[in-house]
């Protein structure tokens, strides 16, 4: 299988002794230190150039908006900064948020990045976080609408000689791109599946690479059984290449070392970096993010997607930690390579996304982690070979 | 002074093969070699490299878009690009075209890169060729509407800790954005200063560093007496280390030597890739890219902007290089240096964006220009200091 390492770049300074009565305040420019920056930019790169030496076959970078969790306003500078010191790694930037970008400019940004990257490029596209609509000032009840458009004049502006385009949103005459995408037709599309119905139908429509669900568990399994469903539409059935999951990860000699080592950054990923500035569910269900058919592929009780998740959002404590890691691939490299084996088995993906350096962690922490991973784990997870997506079969034997 | 290499990163291959009877066709897809993109990327990369090891002060690099004229559709990400592999070398980026771009992700973009450069970024600003509007189908109508916009909503994105903005273009509600610039207030802010009146009176009331005039003579020397008297309100002076100009210039044993190596590929860039899909200046008139006032500080006759003047758009022929190149720094190094030095004085500009990879020149013909400038001009130029700003100090000794 491929193995990317998931690089989240959140800011690299720990921030909670800016909290009053707990509460951390509005993040402003008292709070921010342009140092800090500078090196946590350097050092992920340098962690992506270690990615290479290692074996790995690509990082994934991604898009957030006026948070320390990620610095990565446009992942596609970053990618572009990655693109001088690398040879082979790909590049995912996973992903770039079609409703708040301007679909052309977007279009030629990638295709530039495809060139630059001598075409190791995967375009990762999804809707986004709802946070990012408050600060884009785009109204959610037109995320799905703008998704559709934006894609559509990305496609083809990379495809076709000359374009034309009238939607609701965006409108192009007679235009041509210069320089076009290395890869032909298109880069290829990845799409996170975490929560409606609609993407997975649009996934399946443009034969999308897909990472179904946050967690294992009757959410993944529905997302799966639904775009095998909607791919069988089309004439396609499901391919393991095609499919990936993310996974939390950490390498140590054992599981008790790994909570201690690792738990304190895992907390602060929770209890800081993920609760800032967040929109909650309510808000975002009153606001129209979701259609009224979003979740009507899951069965009874399964959650829909991640901000559901009670877990996600409770105040973490290294008992949570202690208690999450039981069933997570965090301990001994044994431990780990067969837990993300059989949860890809499982998920029927033959890619994993890795994340191993959430939340505060020092850069010689991430750096001994891409090393220990590199040398432990990744060898026996490429080794590996996924041929069968089994909630995909199981949907098509039940026909 | 402060020695710029502009270096337009035109598309690696000369593409007159393609004309058909003699015409250049639309560029599309068979037109586009995605390898010949790949390596113009990465020897120019490699070229600033160079120029920061041959002791220049900068890069600028600018935006255009659907044209072989120049691959820098997001120049930013040619910056980000240079950001891992430099670290010293300023970065100009002249310019980001405001009009055209979103703000907020734009003002995001350029502090990310102020980071990432560690304070190296100068943030060119600019209103861009008539063509790019017809790309992004933007009204040229709009055009200094969306500028004036566009950039304060980047100035209070830079500078206020928490802004709203309610304009006619933009509207954005309670946004902080992370990460912030590195340099404070801001990135410096230039701008050429190629047409319109009402760009000098930007200019002016933002404090902003200026080219003035794309030629030496009537336009240029207009140019910078009216911002001279708009300065005057804000009770400021002209200050030459706020004062660019651009110049091609080619560094050879003789003047005939010179322009045998560097003809071809100035009749290159003039035949081919500067009429390439151009919009033509009857047009832009009569879409209102220029208000009815916008020459009103020029006197009688002096040519407004770079379309105007028939000898760019004209067809060159070798004996049109050789007949420029008696007015040029195109020659001995010792008579680039001093035509360098006598415009320099001449505008008052302690600040010089040396153009010398014009057309399809090669890469190895570039690094050698890089490293026969690097040694036998960029010393004489750098110990030389200009001071006077004559076409101001004039204004103020007349009134």
Redesign the interface.
């Known amino acids: 299988m491929q193995v990317f390492a998931f690089d989240w770049t959140a800011?690299g300074e720990n921030l909670d002794h800016f909290r009053t009565n707990g509460e951390m305040p509005?993040?402003?420019?008292?709070h921010?230190d342009?140092?800090v920056?500078?090196h946590?930019?350097?050092n992920h790169?340098e962690a992506w150039i270690e990615l290479e030496k290692q074996g790995f076959d690509g990082v994934a970078i991604n898009e957030h908006?006026?948070?320390?969790f990620g610095?990565g306003?446009?992942p596609?500078?970053?990618a572009?900064?990655?693109?001088?010191?690398t040879e082979r790694l790909k590049i995912l930037i996973y992903a770039n948020l079609l409703p708040i970008?301007?679909p052309?400019?977007l279009a030629?940004?990638l295709?530039?990045?495809?060139?630059?990257t001598?075409?190791r490029l995967i375009a990762g596209v999804g809707r986004g976080a709802p946070r990012e609509y408050?600060?884009?000032?785009v109204p959610m009840s037109e995320s799905r609408g703008r998704f559709n458009e934006a894609f559509e004049v990305m496609r083809r502006a990379w495809t076709d000689?000359?374009f034309s385009f009238d939607g609701e949103f965006y409108?192009?005459?007679d235009?041509?791109?210069?320089?076009?995408?290395?890869q032909q037709p298109h880069p290829p599309v990845w799409v996170p599946l975490t929560g409606s119905k609609e993407t997975i139908e649009w996934a399946a429509a443009h034969d999308a690479a897909i990472t179904p669900g946050i967690f294992p568990g009757p959410m993944r399994e529905d997302t799966i059984r639904y775009f095998a469903q909607c791919q069988a539409k089309y004439g396609r059935t499901v391919d393991p290449n095609k499919i990936s999951i993310m996974v939390d990860c950490y390498v140590a000699d054992s599981k008790d070392q790994a909570v201690e080592e690792y738990g304190p950054h895992l907390m602060y990923l929770f209890n800081t970096l993920l609760r800032y500035d967040q929109v909650w569910q309510e808000d975002v269900k009153k606001q129209g993010y979701y259609s009224s058919t979003a979740f009507e592929h899951l069965r009874q009780g399964a959650k829909g997607t991640l901000a559901e998740d009670d877990t996600v959002f409770n105040e973490w404590t290294i008992d949570t930690v202690r208690g999450a890691a039981q069933q997570m691939p965090i301990g001994s490299a044994d431990e780990v390579v067969e837990r993300i084996i059989a949860e890809c088995d499982d998920a029927g993906a033959n890619n994993v996304l890795l994340v191993c350096n959430r939340g505060d962690i020092p850069h010689e922490m991430y750096l001994n982690q891409i090393r220990r991973i590199g040398q432990e784990v990744l060898p026996r997870l490429q080794a590996h070979n996924v041929a069968v997506v089994p909630h995909a079969e199981q949907r098509q034997a039940a026909e």
């Open positions: 800011y509005r993040l402003v420019r008292d921010f342009p140092s920056a500078f946590t930019y350097k790169v908006h006026g948070t320390p610095l306003n446009s596609n500078l970053m572009a900064a990655l693109s001088q010191v970008h301007e052309l400019r030629e940004e295709a530039m990045l495809d060139c630059m001598n075409g408050k600060i884009f000032n000689d000359r409108k192009f005459d235009v041509s791109i210069w320089p076009r995408p290395m």
